[in-house]
């Protein structure tokens, strides 16, 4: 892509650091190099523990970036790699037992965590694998799944645990709170393990937060356990209401009995296995305060294996309506305002498995998106059982089918005209298919280039073999190319009715040459896009205009991929290494990222300009690309303002393309252009200062650090335990 932004942004030295010293021994000059590595560490983070000024630290940061990387370049880390190779297997090898073992302790035996591995093979190959084993190495990378156990409990016990200390704190905190709700914990009931009906009841009697009350319903149990349980809940403690429905109406006819006990402000849906922490309630009323227009919240969830133990942490992103619409990331913990429920009709019997996804979909409908809060802590630990679908998203089929059910009956009130899909068999997202407008909108599709003709014929060779849409047309605006056969390319493609090459001789600046193609350009919408981009799914301007055409819809990026198969861009997360980076860069090919994030279309803070869809109004109105950001950052800044300006920015994974990035414009750290890429990231820090800490897209739980992978624990969080 013309824009660099992948979390590395180095500053020159004044020393020669690549340039390699005699070698010694290869275990000496490994051990030296390693050591040094070590050193560089170090010194970041003592630089971040010093309280050196931001320009300081930046400065600095950058500096060290360089030596590291230079280091990792140089020759004699290369030949000294086998040496270093010996002890990597070794460490393969514990690896592979300990995750294996992680496994079958989650998956209820060996067996079951070995069919597990099967399916992966089956699905991923071996390369899928390898790509797996590499992620586990860092210990705190889960780009495709949760971190190792030890490392989350780690977290948990620094992050994460309430102290009796801490718990006092709490205590004090609630008698400052404006408003003090009641919250009705609802919980249907069913032929219920007795340890675990004891447990889930003990959790909501642990809660510090004392205004609330327990309603539950049975619904019919058989197992006469069940009731005798209920009945001494009860009796031993007055906020325990309990009914005891006559005849077994399934989930949703339960929760409404269970709904009808409520006679709290909020309610908060609890299944009859599961535990709340002894905080989330004071959690949920906290932020009640804190969001006083709030009529549902949502908050970070986590598991329990069956000996008890926490694992699997969904570290949630803020409301994200396009992602909603894929998975029910509303769900654990759920809070709902009272009458918003009853005023959308309470459970609806026929969506059992999705009765609660079915419920937020319409209460969502009359609150507005506006009105749905997250809260980045994790308040709900979701027992893994067999049957339950915490175990896995195939263990109850018909729930998938009630939740395509809802998710068409949300878009029919709606009156969207779309279909709904389910395009990944083993895995629990959805695809809504929005439909085109017809007649279909003109798209002006802008390709700036500068000779690059092997590129620049494949893009455009691309487009026209492999994109069903029908309405576009192309402008090549030609920044000053020289060589015979550009020129004879372009007076052979603008023999084509639908492409012009439009001339402009002024210096490079990518932002400058996008705004003066979007000036002449004559259609609805304005794909940007990189000569380097090869089109490889048919359907991608079908997929990108569609959603553009979204009420309140800003930019639109696709899904951008290496020719390796690796992942390029699978959306921009801000203030990711710096100023903004890559979700799941260097993915391969058949993973589904973090939660299902890498295969679902969302809503992100920012997407790359190297194919980007927007309106043409749209881009009119923010003002186009920023002109004093010439390459870098200009897709970021363009994005962030369509944010400001109330549009929400989306990624589809569904439109999906080759980028051959920057192969004609080299590298940012290049001495000619080092400067002016260092002056761009100055720029980016003032003009959007304060929005680099908290991307809504992205959780505070999660690291920014361009050291690690995306969806890595933050340590420490940037949000307080109790914040």
């Not at 109850?396 to 939740?403: G, Q």
Request: aromatic content about 8%; hydrophobic content about 40%.
């Amino acid at each position: 892509m013309n824009t660099k932004f992948d979390g590395h942004q180095q500053e020159a030295v004044s020393q020669d650091v690549s340039r390699d010293e005699p070698l010694s021994s290869g275990a000496e000059d490994a051990h030296r190099l390693q050591a040094r590595v070590t050193q560089l560490e170090k010194q970041l983070t003592d630089a971040l523990t010093d309280g050196e000024s931001i320009a300081k630290l930046n400065n600095r940061l950058l500096k060290l970036e360089v030596e590291h990387a230079a280091l990792l370049r140089s020759t004699s880390w290369r030949v000294t790699a086998p040496l270093r190779s010996v002890s990597r297997i070794a460490a393969a090898v514990r690896l592979a037992f300990s995750t294996i073992g992680r496994q079958a302790e989650v998956r209820g035996g060996l067996g079951s965590a070995l069919g597990y591995y099967a399916s992966v093979i089956g699905r991923e190959g071996l390369p899928g694998v390898v790509a797996r084993v590499r992620r586990l190495k860092s210990g705190r990378g889960f780009a495709d799944g949760p971190p190792r156990d030890e490392v989350y409990h780690e977290w948990i016990s620094q992050y994460d645990t309430v102290t009796p200390a801490k718990q006092r704190e709490i205590e004090a905190e609630i008698g400052l709170l404006a408003r003090k709700p009641l919250i009705s914990v609802v919980v249907p009931t069913f032929n219920s393990d007795e340890r675990l009906l004891r447990e889930m009841v003990a959790s909501v009697q642990a809660q510090i937060y004392p205004h609330w009350e327990l309603c539950i319903a049975d619904d019919a149990s058989t197992q006469p356990h069940v009731k005798a349980v209920l009945e001494e809940v009860a009796a031993a403690d007055s906020r325990i209401k309990v009914v005891f429905r006559e005849t077994n109406g399934h989930i949703s006819e339960a929760s409404n009995s269970a709904l009808a006990l409520a006679t709290g402000e909020y309610v908060a849906l609890l299944d009859h296995d599961d535990l709340l922490p002894p905080h989330a309630l004071y959690m949920v009323a906290r932020y009640i305060n804190l969001h006083p227009h709030g009529r549902m919240f949502y908050s970070d969830e986590d598991k329990l294996t069956t000996e008890g133990k926490r694992t699997t942490p969904y570290f949630k992103c803020d409301w994200n309506p396009q992602m909603f619409l894929t998975q029910n990331m509303f769900s654990h913990l759920g809070v709902f305002e009272t009458k918003l429920v009853r005023d959308a009709g309470g459970f609806r019997k026929g969506f059992e498995g999705s009765q609660d996804y079915d419920l937020a979909l319409r209460c969502v409908e009359l609150a507005g998106d506006d009105s749905v809060i997250h809260i980045p802590h994790v308040l709900y630990h979701w027992r893994i059982v067999p049957g339950s679908t915490a175990g896995s998203g195939s263990e109850k089929p018909y729930a998938l089918v009630a939740a395509i059910r809802a998710l068409e009956d949300h878009l029919e009130r709606a009156n969207i005209s779309a279909t709904v899909e389910h395009p990944v068999e083993s895995l629990g997202v959805l695809r809504v298919r929005y439909t085109l407008p017809s007649p279909q909108p003109k798209v002006s599709i802008i390709i700036p280039t500068r000779d690059g003709l092997a590129l620049l014929k494949q893009c455009v060779d691309s487009v026209f073999a492999y994109t069903l849409y029908q309405n576009f047309e192309i402008i090549i605006v030609d920044n000053g190319s020289v060589k015979p056969e550009t020129m004879k390319y372009f007076d052979e493609v603008s023999q084509r009715p639908n492409v012009r090459v439009l001339r402009d001789e002024s210096p490079f600046n990518f932002s400058a040459l996008n705004n003066h193609a979007a000036r002449v350009a004559t259609g609805e919408f304005l794909c940007l896009l990189n000569n380097d981009i090869e089109v490889i799914s048919p359907d991608w301007l079908n997929e990108m205009v569609s959603l553009a055409n979204l009420p309140r819809a800003g930019a639109v990026g696709a899904c951008l991929w290496y020719p390796t198969d690796a992942l390029q861009h699978g959306g921009v997360v801000l203030g990711l290494g710096g100023i903004a980076g890559h979700m799941h860069h260097m993915m391969k090919r058949g993973h589904f990222g973090y939660f299902g994030r890498a295969v679902a279309t969302q809503n992100l803070s920012a997407v790359t300009a190297a194919c980007l869809v927007v309106k043409k109004s749209v881009y009119d109105e923010v003002g186009g690309l920023e002109e004093d950001l010439a390459v870098a950052f200009n897709d970021v800044d363009f994005c962030m303002k369509l944010l400001k300006a109330g549009y929400r920015n989306i990624w589809t994974p569904y439109a999906e393309m080759y980028h051959h990035e920057s192969a004609t414009r080299g590298s940012d750290l290049d001495p000619d252009k080092y400067e002016r890429f260092v002056s761009e990231i100055r720029r980016m820090e003032a003009r959007w200062e304060g929005w680099f800490e908290r991307d809504p897209a992205y959780n505070p739980n999660l690291s920014l650090s361009c050291e690690v992978l995306p969806f890595t624990l933050a340590s420490p969080p940037r949000i307080g335990q109790f914040e």
